[in-house]
């Protein structure tokens, strides 16, 4: 009988907040070391956290999102233990009383199938700060810049059962929480970092002992994590072996996990009420605030861009992916009320460009303004496919504006329809035999044959003539009609 | 001149009769001359406070500067003072020079008053004696082979020995109230969120409350209306407009209920000490109060829960003396790494009493012991409280003695933390419950002052400072003052 994996995953979110989560510091990623963080952070004596209501509003919706109840109490409580990065000496975290209770997702998995996930609960924390090992000559570096950030942790049930539900499990949390906009999602900047409890069994069998590999930040470090931690335990358990409950340590780089601690080694984190700061309490009009407040979720806006912009399923699929995209999706349609093209461009030429240079759309080098102004030119016949294709470019490298480029660049199409005319009029006068063999062509034949006259005005204006305008004119003359 | 109280020394300065500057001068000359004896201030300020005198001066020449403006006061070392060392009693922070101002310090410099000097105190606030502070024991002024009481002993000294008008202090099992009592002065914790914890450095947060010393009631409803306040920055902090309790202080007692706990008058007393509290009680009666004896039956659970919460959470307090970014730090040898740094470190920096309470809190918050300890204290703080909202259905405050014995022999409890626990044995319950308290002094044991402890309901202060100044307007416990101060 096959081994069934069943995985259970701890997720941290680091909330969009502008502060932190018990001080007025910045979170803003990638300061210089220790510029955000103040005397709250740094455990200065006699330091007191104040509560941000914006991250209580954030776990708030998350719990609405994950169809949960909302702890209207909730307590936080100290985790203790000594750790260079930890200034306090304890992690203000929740534990008996979190303020999301028990919810769950229904993921949607490759085979078209829709899976629940239970959510056994997730509460408001406080990051630690970075430890830097290199660079100090045997000795370690403090950046206290993260300590104190607000995380929800999200703990799921163990309703997992491969590689792929877990990661479609995190890709769809990771779309939730980016439409929510309480997470940036910038999972290479440690924005939500997976923690992953692994075990197999025989299909009916009680749990078997489990693993947890801690900190991985990619769905491909995920993916692979799990795989192999998964064969790990199966070839320990055929050659006559007991899994030893541990935390792990994965490493993208080489793709090799080690054993990190085993739980005899664990803290006692002697939890208890943090005295500093009382119970919070949420009533029912700050839940239904937050709730008037939560921007639209992944599925409700897949529908209302089908219907709305009359995108295909696929495209409003891709689209609304993600929150940044979506939202940069309408910020261009609304700029230039060209649903169908905007999309076109965004799922096309963008995409590709960005997967390129391996960015995400917020540092996309043209902006919605830019690229609405492009599609504007597109579709008025300024410029032609192939001069659009010139303006994306030079708007992605150089910068500017479509209108700036087009005349820069000269790609600006002739439709002046008495410029063509004359043109036209001269290339029929200069070429009377093709004139005339046209004439006596039957109608099926005469498109086909046109294409040399267009030829020829294309010539003659450098190929700036707008194809349609010219076609219209040409047949015109020819026909007579 | 030396013995005036605030009240006084305020009119005399907004009439321009004496400067801040002269007044600074003069109580910074007492320091230095008198205090050698008792060693109540771990640090003066003279620079500073001329400076800030100076500034007040200017403001009192204007005309309308705040009630305490120019009035020199001293602050336990315990609150954070901006560019001033600030130890809290502890080597661990014997080189600590905070760049922020407490709440309360904040608040008193707003109104203008100069800042002499920190005050001594028990080691981060831990103890009843001031012995187990780092700079050494504070001498009590009516006798000094004495303690003061502690922890906030430097600033009962200071004040009993009038080498500062006024003090602020804490009070997390009777800090305030006990050395108030030992020294023969006025001493008030107000209601727990009454006076903001911002930059006062934490012993046990759920009971650590600020509060003010002074030479009688009058003075102590000047500087508490000062220091007393709402702040955001610390949100244990209550919301609620801060009264000026020098408005109530000549209220009639007339038709005032008193209750008086049998359970503050049984074992552990000292029967002089009965006798003496009674005594004042009756004074209260003569002035219209009615007495009514009522029970309090959970008081036994009071110190036993108290050494169960206040070290549970001191054990996490000072997590964060760990060498690492501020205080004392080991010089660590070739090949030790971060756990010395932290062993070493704290090993070396705290004291006795502060390591012995940390342990029994770890302990008291471990895995397998949390429910049996730490669980049972709070129930028992539950229960503790709930007596006191019974009582506060039948009577408006309630008084007993503040301590069980006037000041004992320094060194004398020592080896016995027990022995020491139990001279908080009548002030902790209050703190559990997070009701106000504060003593006064209602006569002498052994020739040593001796407290009336009043306990109030929830933000009854001005209650309290008006019993208390009542009768300090028919009594002059409050006026003696040590034999060799003048």
Known sequence: MAWETVIGLEIHVQLATKSKLFSGASIAF?????????????????????????????????????????????????????????????????????????????IQLDDGESKRIRIHHAHLEEDAGKSLHEDFHGM??????????????????????SAEEAVAFAKQLHQIVTALEICDGEMAQGSMRFDVNISVRKPGDPLGTRTETKNLNSFKFMEEAIELEVERQIREIESGNKIVQETRLYNGETRKARSMRSKEDSNDYRYFPCPDLLPIELDDEFIDQARARMPELPEAKKTRFINEYGLSEYDASIITTDAKTANYYESVVQLCKLPKPAANWIIGDLAAQLNKQELSIGESQISPEQLAGLLVRIDDGTISSKGAKTVFEALWSDGGTADEIIERKG??????????????????????????????????????????????????????????????????????? | MYNNSISIWAEKLRKREVSSAELTQFFLKRIEKLDPQYNSFITTCNEQ?????????????????PALCGIPI??????????????????????????????????????????????????????????????????????KECVAGGSSGGSAAAVAACLTPGATATDTGGSIRQPASLCGITGIK???????????????????????????????????????SFDAKDSTSIERPVEDYSHTLNTSLEGLTIGVPDEYFGEGLNPETATTVQAAIAE???????????????????VPAYYVIAPAECSANLSRFDGVRYGYRAELKEGEGVEALYVRSRSEAFGDEVKRRIMVGAYALSAGYYDAYYAQAQKARRLIQQDFVEAFKEVDLI??????????????????????????????ATNLAGLPGMSIPCGFVDNKPCGLQIIGNYFAEGRMLNAAHQFQCATDFHSFEPADIA
């Not at chain 1, 439709?415 to 004359?422: F, R």
């Not at chain 1, 070429?431 to 063999?437: A, C, G, L």
């Not at chain 2, 028990?122 to 024991?137: K, L, W, Y």
Request: aromatic letters at 8%; hydrophobic letters at 40%; one cysteine or more.
């Open chain 2, 399 to 428: 008084m007993g003695p503040t301590a069980p014995n006037p000041a004992f022999k320094i060194g004398a409890k020592g080896n016995d933390p027990v022995a020491m626990y139990l001279e908080d044995i009548f002030t902790i």
């Open chain 2, 284 to 302: 209260i009666e003569k002035l219209g109060a009615k007495t009514k004896a009522i029970q309090l039956p959970h008081t036994k659970l009071a």
């Open chain 2, 49 to 65: 406070a001329l400076a800030q005198a100076n500034a007040a001066d200017a403001l009192l020449a204007k005309g309308d500067a």
């Open chain 1, 140 to 161: 370690s570096g403090i950046d206290l810049n993260r300590a104190g950030t607000p995380l929800i942790e999200v703990v799921t049930e163990p309703d997992m059962r």
């Open chain 2, 190 to 228: 107000p209601t727990y969120g009454r006076v903001s914890r911002w930059g006062m450095i934490a012993f046990a947060s759920s009971l650590d409350q600020g509060g003010v010393m002074a030479r009688n009631a009058q003075d102590a409803a000047l500087l508490l209306s000062t220091m007393a």
């Open chain 2, 74 to 143: 001293a602050h336990k070392d315990i609150f954070c003072t901006r560019g001033v060392l600030t130890t809290c009693g502890s080597k661990m922070l014997a080189n600590f020079v905070p760049p922020y101002n407490a709440t309360s310090v904040e608040n008193f410099a707003r109104a203008g008053t100069v800042t002499l000097g920190k005050t001594n105190m028990d080691e981060f606030a831990m103890g009843s004696s001031n012995e187990t502070s780092f700079f050494g024991p504070v001498k009590n002024p009516w006798d």
């Open chain 1, 411 to 481: 790609l600006k199409q002739v439709s002046d329809t008495s410029a063509l005319e004359a043109i036209a009029d001269e290339i029929i006068a200069n070429n009377p035999k093709q004139v005339d063999n046209f004439r006596a062509a039957s109608a099926d034949k005469q498109p086909k044959m046109l294409g040399f006259f267009v030829g020829q005005a294309m010539k003659a204006t450098q190929g700036k003539a707008d194809p349609k305008v010219l076609n219209q004119i040409l047949l015109s003359k020819l026909t007579g009609q």
């Open chain 1, 30 to 106: 990638g300061a210089e070391p220790n510029t955000q963080a103040c005397a709250i952070d740094l455990a200065m004596p006699g330091t007191l956290p104040v509560p941000n209501k914006k991250a209580f509003e954030y776990a708030v919706m998350f719990g609405i999102a994950a169809n949960a109840e909302i702890g209207k109490r909730s307590v936080f409580e100290r985790k203790n233990y000594f750790y260079p990065d930890l200034p306090k000496g304890y992690q203000t975290t929740q534990l008996a009383e979190p303020i999301v209770g028990a919810g769950y997702f229904d």
